[in-house]
Structures are given as structure tokens and as C-alpha cells.
């Protein structure tokens, strides 16, 4: 018998992917599943972002680029942070990834020595603690509130600190929540001593407030972002990290060892995006925020508990409670009987046990079609 690591063992699984398994499972049976369980961008990817990546590969632009990212592609993030934030940064600070999963493991690699510890959210997007964990690193959860809109205390996260504090990491606006961070508690944070981690790969999809970068309050920061989600670019894997300038060579030799560079095509592609796609940007966002009232107003209206309306990403993140205080057993339950797939809120932490995150990254017709089941189903039940 292969022995296996414990890493190995130990990891674990991303439950969200387990429920959409199980859907697809169903599919291949002949069901009908509504899926609003991943956070995946139903629309396409722009037609400009299409039409550079053709061009790429038709000008032969397919090889090795340099191990940081196109210059091109550098320089339009800087850009795109000047113009929306107002926040200068150099090219040479920042490193393009083949998305923002491998960016996270980068930092994490370049930041954390075994028994480091690295303070997170409870919720918190499921992957953090577990790639933290792959290096050697400790996972320290500070607990969120529903009423509180789920933001992180300032003063909750400063107990935390301990000697061997090396990060902080901030999500806003939040999966699974949707809900953003205030600009008043972002800086304070800032301000703690440890270094800030901000995935900030859902900036952009806001509505009817504003997102805050953590580089206008320090630059003793890492952003990490990418365009999966504001450019419906999933499949293109391409995401990147902006830090300090004397971290850049460090995640650079990691970056060579592991991925030699993100792909060509898609880093052209990604210019497209940054400099060409902000209308049907604008078009996205439109939609996705006439879905998140339609699904918040429907959600509230079949007894789900919802004390602060999420206003950015595409996530409702409800208080399920009442109806089972275990949410992967209800999760499933609603895909096998109502043909739903939703996502259990314990895959975000022990202190989403009770919830269930909804994802209007579906069209408004396929989010009536699988409200209209789970009411059924409720009714039923």
C-alpha cells in the first residue's frame, strides 16, 4: 500500500464542490438542478477580453512570459488602482498568478514558517485555513455576528495577536457573506502591527456602497485579486498579488518553482479586461444587483433569517436555524427533494453552522425556478 501524507489526509474537502458533484450526479440521472450553490459568473467572458486572447494566439504571443507577468499586464493593475483607488503602485510590485487560489499559497509560502499563526474570520471562504494549514502555518479564527453584518472587531482581532501573529487576512466584500468591511474598521486593522492580507477579488461587484483597498490605509499590505469574478474569467485562471517591493523577489522564486508563469493568451487577455471591458462590467453588475434584491426580498419572505442585506459580491448568506441546525444535512436535502443545489454554511466555519449561502450568480429566471422549489419544499416539509 502508497502510504499518504497527513497533509494529505487531513485537508479538508471544499463542500460547496461536494454539493455540485452530487448535482451533477442528478443531471446525469435526468434531473433538473438549479445550481446556486458556486460562485461561478454566469455571464461570458467579454467579447473584448475573446478578442485579444484570439489576437495573442494568432500573433504566436504563446510562450513563457516573464515570471512576474507581462510588463503590459503589471502596468494595467497599477493603473486600474490609480484610477479607482487613487493608490500608486510600481510594476515591480506586483506578480501576475495563474488565479488568486495559487497567489493565496504564494503569500502564504513567502509570509508563514511552520507554527506561524495567521488571523481569519469565523466565516471565512473555506480555502484560507486550509492553505494556510499546507504550509505548517495556524489558522486564528476571530468570530464575526450576523447582526454586526459580520465584520470583523478590531479590538476581537488585537487579542488575538500573539508573538507569532505574522498576518492578518480581510475578504471584503466577503464570500460567504457578501457584506464589506468599513473604512473605518479596515484602517484600524491597518494599524495592529502584523502585516494585512486583502483579497479583494470582489471589488467591483458592490452596489450602492463603496469598496475600500487596504494599500489606502498602509502599505505594509498584500492585495490579492484577480478576474474570475468581476470578468466572468474563471476558465482563464489568472489572478495576481500587489505587495511590498522587498517581498516581490521571494514570491518570484516560488512562482518560478511551481508555475514558471501564468498563462500568455489568458495575461493578454487580462489587458483587455483592465482597459476595455468596463461597460459590459457595468452591464454585470446591474444584473447581479436586480438579482441580489429579487433573492434577498424572496429569501426573507420564506422565513430565512437575513439581519444585514449583503452589498457586494453575488452571496446571501441566511439563518437557516429554525429549520435544521445542520446545515450539510439540509443542504442536501433540499438538492435531492427541491433539486437546489445550495451551499451548507459549514464549509465556512464552525460559526456558520445553522446558515446556507444562496448565490445569484444564475440568471433572475433559474433564481425564480429554484426559490419557487425551495418554497415548495419548505411547504411541504
Not at 342 to 352: C, H
Request: charged share 25%; net charge negative.
Amino acid at each position: 500500500m502508497i502510504p499518504i501524507t497527513e497533509r494529505a489526509r487531513n485537508i479538508p474537502s471544499f463542500i460547496v464542490m461536494d454539493v455540485l458533484d452530487r448535482a451533477h450526479e442528478l443531471e446525469r440521472e435526468g434531473r433538473n438542478v438549479i445550481h446556486l450553490e458556486v460562485g461561478e459568473p454566469d455571464f461570458p467572458t467579454p467579447e473584448c477580453v475573446c478578442e485579444a486572447a484570439i489576437r495573442a494566439i494568432r500573433e504566436e504571443r504563446t510562450h513563457y512570459t516573464h515570471s512576474l507577468g507581462l510588463i503590459e499586464l503589471r502596468e494595467a493593475v497599477c493603473g486600474h488602482y490609480l484610477e479607482k483607488y487613487g493608490v500608486r503602485v510600481g510594476p515591480d510590485q506586483v506578480l501576475i498568478t495563474s488565479g488568486t487560489s495559487p497567489a493565496i499559497y504564494i503569500l502564504c509560502s513567502t509570509l508563514l514558517e511552520t507554527g506561524d499563526e495567521i488571523i481569519l474570520s469565523n466565516p471565512h471562504y473555506p480555502c484560507y485555513p486550509n492553505i494556510a494549514s499546507l504550509v505548517g502555518a495556524v489558522p486564528s479564527f476571530v468570530d464575526v455576528r450576523e447582526e454586526d453584518g459580520f465584520q470583523l472587531r478590531p479590538e476581537e482581532i488585537r487579542e488575538k495577536i500573539t508573538p507569532r501573529t505574522k498576518a492578518i487576512l480581510l475578504n471584503s466584500p466577503s464570500n460567504p457573506t457578501g457584506n464589506l468591511l468599513s473604512p473605518e474598521r479596515m484602517e484600524e486593522i491597518a494599524g495592529l502591527g502584523p502585516p494585512v492580507i486583502s483579497d479583494e477579488i470582489y471589488h467591483g461587484l458592490v452596489y450602492g456602497e463603496k469598496e475600500h483597498t487596504i494599500l489606502e490605509y498602509t502599505d505594509r499590505a498584500f492585495v490579492l485579486n484577480g478576474f474570475s469574478k468581476l470578468y466572468a474569467m474563471t476558465g482563464w485562471r489568472l489572478g495576481y498579488v500587489v505587495a511590498p517591493p522587498e517581498l516581490m523577489r521571494p514570491m518570484q522564486k516560488i512562482q518560478q518553482n511551481l508555475f514558471i508563469s501564468a498563462g500568455s493568451v489568458s495575461q493578454w487577455a487580462g489587458v483587455a479586461a483592465l482597459t476595455e471591458a468596463g461597460e459590459d462590467v457595468k452591464e454585470m453588475r446591474r444584473l447581479y444587483d436586480e438579482r441580489r434584491r429579487y433573492m434577498i426580498q424572496r429569501l426573507r419572505g420564506m422565513g430565512f433569517g437575513l439581519k444585514v442585506e449583503p452589498r457586494g459580491a453575488f452571496y446571501v448568506l441566511v439563518n437557516a436555524k429554525h429549520l435544521s441546525l445542520n446545515s450539510y444535512e439540509l443542504a442536501f436535502e433540499i438538492l435531492e427533494k427541491a433539486g437546489v443545489g445550495v451551499t451548507p454554511g459549514i464549509d465556512f466555519g464552525d460559526k456558520a453552522e445553522g446558515y446556507l449561502r444562496f448565490s445569484y450568480a444564475n440568471s433572475i429566471e433559474n433564481i425564480r425556478i429554484g426559490l419557487d422549489r425551495i418554497e415548495s419544499f419548505l411547504e411541504e416539509r
